[in-house]
């Protein structure tokens, strides 16, 4: 019944907003359409009332008119979508011949091809309102009113089940329709061409009609005629184990007996089943020539083609599946053929995930209606540029191919989303930045960069990006690791912006547009940067609807304190520092991972000291207000072990578990040690460090010193010194630094400075 209604619910604006512009012109189509779309809301309310009554308490008219209904809908959504396509499609096609003859024949070839279309959409609908108001009479003339007891309320049989088992007297007005079918199977048998002559007759129909009683009733008349014969109904899920077993039963009696308990079947596969039926069938080949079915699949009026876990070798072809609008074929072993494609005008939605194809045929682009493609590891190396030509696609999401039509992006302008994963290459990362920015209507952006996204890339991001105004999730993977441009501060982005996630960009500071002000909606942030500040975590933790902060940083002010109503709606915490909570602060936190430094952590980024607590000295203070959250169910501590000692990284741990198992909820906690080589008490002879001269061109010398400090038995070091857009003074100046920082009386140490010329702007006859 529901979907009687939301299947007549979707097609009466369609018909109205379509038809009532296109056909009004049509002589004596105008009524028709008018007293049409009066029934259809009739027929609409009164589904509508039927579908308020529970279901067991419907009549069996009730539902037999639900059902036809629903039929009728999909017939006339076909109707007009098939009228779209074939007319209206048309119209923006332009004659590009040169030649002025051939123009005015292409213009009239086309007018008659629509006068054609016109009539025939009009024979529909003429027929299809003169079917609903039969099915109107029908519901009226055999409803019945009476408000005694409902056989359906009580019983759970289906009254087709019934009549299989009627016997064929009982059965009203069958006779001739049987009679016929029989006549076509014995008029095939003197057929002059035995490959020609009739094995098969399809009997078709909406549900409840009573195409299998029919089946039975023509099984029954003919099976005495035959040494052997089968009768098995096959539903819409059928368990095919099932089917080829009571298939052998019946047409073997000596099968029969010898099966007789089953158990010799029990542990057959389908394979055994079908060889058993194909040895049988063999043997008995010359009964076989007449086997009644019920039902039958008929592609050319499905809707929705669904594959899913399928090894299916002999699919029908595409293009029978004619007014199909939903392609769905995921992790499918054996490869799709999809030469046929562009041929089912009708596809909305098409999704091929984890299933190898062939080919994306070009014909694609033919493909007016389609509004959502999703293409996912189908092993192809190259999406074809055709893909670019689908002007009305609203969403593309593409996985797992090694070259994309990126410089044709911009083509799509109804897209609102955009999910790319490895753009590979430089050319079609600087052509994809560009691009983006032409897509206006865009909402969701989820792009996977292969390659490293330094300033001069940023900048067209960023010009791209505020562009679209309608932009509410923004995903963006790059390669590496690159400073933020001060470009990003120009940005304004949406007010609906609800996430945010930038990988392989490092911003100096947060962004002063991440407030509650500029983004109200945000739920989600990821972002890395260099220098957090009390400020930007206040901006933070007012965010009203933040559920997920993962932040990382090099910098992080001693000891924050999230306040009462501090981050009030956040689920997932993962930052770089120690939070200390107070009560009604993150009350709905469920997971929380941070750092603790054992050892006070002084040196500078890019001139900001990093001043990181606790100290050895505050341990036995250490508090972190865990708690006063009250919805806490994971904890994930990650304890620095730079520099300290392994006395200090103890006190540490049990500092923090004690904290975590004293919380009411109990959660599950989890500790990992980083950079646990570098403890003091680490008997560690030999180090190697990677160093870029741009961020240690300006740290004083306490700080190379203290890179060493760590490791009193060190009797080797190596520093490998990164040149990529230093000039030469700054990187002799890096090297003297480590130099003096080695030279020391106390100890031995042998200093094997390395240079790295990647990119580098020394001159390479300088360097040795």
């Not at 129909?205 to 098995?232: E, P, R, S, Y």
């Not at 596969?269 to 069938?281: C, M, R, S, V």
């Not at 039958?296 to 876990?309: A, G, Y």
Request: overall charge neutral.
């Amino acid at each position: 019944m529901e979907l009687a209604v939301g299947a007549m619910a979707n097609l009466a604006p369609k018909l109205g907003k379509l038809l009532m512009d296109e056909y009004v012109v049509q002589k004596g189509l105008k009524p028709d359409i008018q007293s049409l779309s009066t029934e259809l809301l009739a027929m609409h309310a009164a589904l509508v009332d039927a579908s308020q009554v529970p279901p067991d308490q419907r009549s069996e008219m009730d539902k037999f008119w639900a059902r036809q209904v629903q039929e009728l809908s999909y017939d006339m959504e076909d109707a007009v979508d098939d009228f779209a396509v074939r007319v209206a499609g048309r119209d923006s096609t332009a004659a590009t011949d040169a030649n002025a003859f051939k123009k005015v024949l292409s213009k009239a070839t086309t007018v008659v091809r629509k006068a054609k279309d016109r009539h025939k959409i009009a024979d529909k609908i003429k027929d299809i309102r003169k079917l609903s108001s039969e099915l109107a009479e029908l519901r009226a003339k055999y409803t019945v009113r009476d408000e005694g007891a409902n056989l359906a309320a009580t019983t759970g049989i289906d009254p087709r089940i019934i009549n299989l088992y009627k016997k064929e007297s009982d059965l009203v007005g069958i006779k001739e329709i049987r009679d016929n079918v029989i006549r076509m199977l014995r008029e095939a048998k003197g057929h002059a061409d035995e490959s020609e002559s009739l094995k098969i007759v399809s009997i078709v129909g909406v549900g409840g009609l009573g195409k299998t009683t029919l089946a039975k009733t023509v099984h029954d008349t003919l099976k005495n005629q035959f040494h052997c014969c089968a009768f098995i109904a096959v539903g819409r899920t059928p368990n095919f184990t099932k089917i080829f077993e009571k298939m052998l039963l019946q047409l073997d009696e000596k099968l029969d007996e010898k099966y007789s308990n089953r158990t010799g079947m029990a542990g057959w596969d389908l394979e055994q089943f079908w060889n058993e039926l194909h040895k049988l069938l063999r043997n008995k080949s010359q009964h076989t020539k007449h086997i009644p079915k019920g039902t039958m699949d008929m592609p050319e009026v499905l809707r929705s083609l669904h594959i899913e876990n399928s090894e299916i070798e002999n699919m029908a072809p595409l293009h029978s599946f004619r007014v199909c609008r939903v392609v769905y074929i995921v992790y499918s072993n054996v490869p799709i053929n999809l030469n046929h494609l562009g041929r089912l005008l009708h596809l909305k939605y098409i999704e091929i995930s984890y299933t190898p194809i062939d080919e994306l045929p070009k014909e694609i682009r033919h493909l007016k209606s389609l509004v959502a493609l999703y293409l996912i590891e189908t092993g192809l190396d190259e999406l074809p540029p055709a893909v670019c030509s689908l002007a009305q696609l609203l969403c593309l999401v593409v996985y797992g191919f090694k070259r994309l039509p990126t410089e044709r992006m911009g083509k799509l302008t109804s897209l609102e989303e955009l999910q790319l994963r490895d753009v590979v290459g430089r050319r079609a990362t600087e052509d994809l930045v560009v691009e983006l920015g032409k897509l206006t209507r865009l909402r969701v952006v989820a792009i996977n960069f292969s390659e490293e996204i330094e300033e001069s890339l940023q900048k067209p991001l960023v010009q791209s990006l505020c562009n679209l105004g309608e932009l509410q999730e923004l995903m963006v993977y790059f390669a590496g690791s690159e400073l933020g441009a001060t470009i990003w501060e120009s940005w304004e982005p949406p007010r609906k912006l609800r996430r945010l996630l930038i990988e392989g960009i490092k911003f100096l500071r947060l962004p002063r547009w991440i407030n509650s002000s500029c983004l109200p909606h945000i739920y989600f942030i990821s972002l890395h940067v260099r220098v957090v500040e009390v400020h930007d975590l206040d901006n933070l933790a007012r965010l009203p609807e933040l559920s997920y902060l993962k932040l990382g940083g090099s910098s992080w002010p001693p000891g924050y304190i999230v306040g009462t109503d501090g981050f009030k709606n956040l689920r997932f915490c993962d930052v770089g520092t120690a939070l200390k909570f107070h009560p009604g602060a993150a009350q709905r936190l469920e997971e929380l991972k941070f750092v603790v430094y054992p050892k006070l952590d002084s040196s500078l980024v890019n001139g900001v000291p990093v001043k990181q607590l606790p100290t050895k000295d505050v341990i036995g203070d250490l508090d972190f207000g865990l708690d006063n959250l009250l919805s806490l169910e994971q904890v994930t501590i990650s304890i620095l072990c730079f520099n300290a000692t392994a006395t200090e990284v103890q006190g540490v741990e049990a500092v923090v578990s004690r904290a975590v198992e004293d919380h009411p909820n109990h959660p599950t906690i989890n500790v990992h040690r980083r950079r646990e080589e570098a403890m003091c008490d680490v008997d560690i002879v030999k180090v190697a460090r990677a160093i870029g001269v741009l961020l240690w061109k300006d740290e004083s010398d306490a700080n190379f010193t203290r890179l060493l400090s760590p490791y009193p038995r060190l009797q080797e070091a190596v520093f490998h010194i990164y040149c990529e857009g230093a000039s030469m003074g700054e990187v002799e100046k890096v090297e003297a630094a480590f130099t003096h920082a080695a030279e020391t009386p106390s100890r031995k140490l042998t200093t094997l400075l390395v240079r790295c010329l990647q990119a580098c702007r020394v001159p390479m006859s300088s360097l040795t």
